[in-house]
């Protein structure tokens, strides 16, 4: 029927163009954005998901950036202590050039001396951004370091923070703590006992000292207990070689603990040199890595006991620094780790969100090619509609 009130046709011709029109619309908007869902109209769910992960995925960047700072605090740390162990190392070498009789003390002194203030300098200068893990109060700061390592959400929705530990305590170089006795730094812990007990020779009683063996057959062994317990220590062994070689020189070995007794507690040259060498140990007990001094040393039985045992304390100083070395490389490594964790993680965190809001270019541009053809089609047929009007006039000519 044709109808000059109603054009059914034109009517289905242009609900069909503005159909076309919004969906045009639509893919121009995706082309323009580049996103398939760019609020919640478009898919709620995907919309609600994406705008969470990209949340995260923000604050996993804060963390990447916490995760930068960490690491340069290491890397700053484990580049002071590799210095500070090559330094040791160097007083090492110069000590053993003190043990040659024929060197100078003082000028040996003189180079350790510079050494030792290199050693206050790498520790004060280990510091990134305020942080300095190699100079610390071990009594006072808060030796457990943490570093912001890693951003997670459960599975319930809760968010978690976690950190990566550092302690510290076994890698202070140097102790800021102005009371000595309880200073406990590598570097700046007083020598103390030397690795064992300061024992007066005049305190020793004959019953506690054991004599076996003899320097003929090259196996004399001098055991000084108190009553129970073996003494140790760089002293004792210093006062046990003293009269070992005092045996070698006269020929005669002491029969037991009394005559060991009289050696070293009497009025002969023995008894000095044990009281010697318990004067200077006594003196060396309040030094330190950092302020022990050779200069003046001679080639006396008691000096050379003091320079042994400066060196032997050194060396041990040496291990020490290495294990510290090694712990600090150890954080590095586990914080460089978590650092590319971290990056590797956010830019899937960026692949998963674009899986689920970015437009496929290819299929939005084969969309807008097909859709721009059906408006051409549209409006040439809401123009075959609109003209079915006019050839009802001719109905009436």
Known sequence: MSSLLTNSSAMVALQTLKGINGSMAETQNRISTGMRVSDASDNAAYWSIATTMKSDNKALSAVQDALGL??????????????AVEVVDDIKAKLTTAKDGTVDKDKVQADIKQLQEQLQTIASSANFSGENWLQQNKSTDNLNKEIV????????????????????????????????????????????????????PA?????????????????LAIQFTDGTTAYEGLEINEIEALVKAHAESTGTDP???????????????LAADAAAIETKYTELAEDS????????????????????????????????????????????????????????????IDRGIGQLVDADMNEES????????????????LSIANNASQNILSLFR
């Open 289 to 348: 890595i950092l302020t022990f001094d050779v200069g003046g040393l001679t080639d006396s039985v008691a000096d050379k006991a003091i320079l042994n045992a400066i060196y032997e304390r050194v060396d041990a100083t040496l291990q020490t620094m290495t294990e510290a070395a090694t712990d600090l490389g150890s954080a590095k490594a586990r914080v460089d780790m978590q650092k590319q964790f971290a990056s590797d993680l956010s830019d899937a």
């Open 70 to 83: 960490g690491a340069a605090t290491v890397d700053v740390a484990f580049t002071a202590m590799d210095k």
């Open 366 to 381: 084969t969309r807008l090619k097909a859709l721009q053809t059906q408006q051409q089609l549209g409006i040439q047929a």
């Open 255 to 269: 029969a037991d603990g009394a005559a060991v007794v009289a050696l070293i507690t009497g009025t002969g040259a």
């Open 149 to 200: 390592g890693s951003f997670t959400r459960t599975s319930d929705g809760q968010v978690e923070i976690q950190n990566i530990d550092v302690d510290t305590s076994s890698i202070v170089l140097v102790d800021t703590n102005a009371d000595a006795a309880a200073n406990s730094g590598i570097l700046s812990q007083q020598f103390g006992d030397i690795d064992g007990n300061n024992v007066d």
């Open 203 to 219: 305190h020793f009683v004959a019953g506690n000292i054991t004599v076996t063996g003899s320097t003929a057959g090259g196996d």
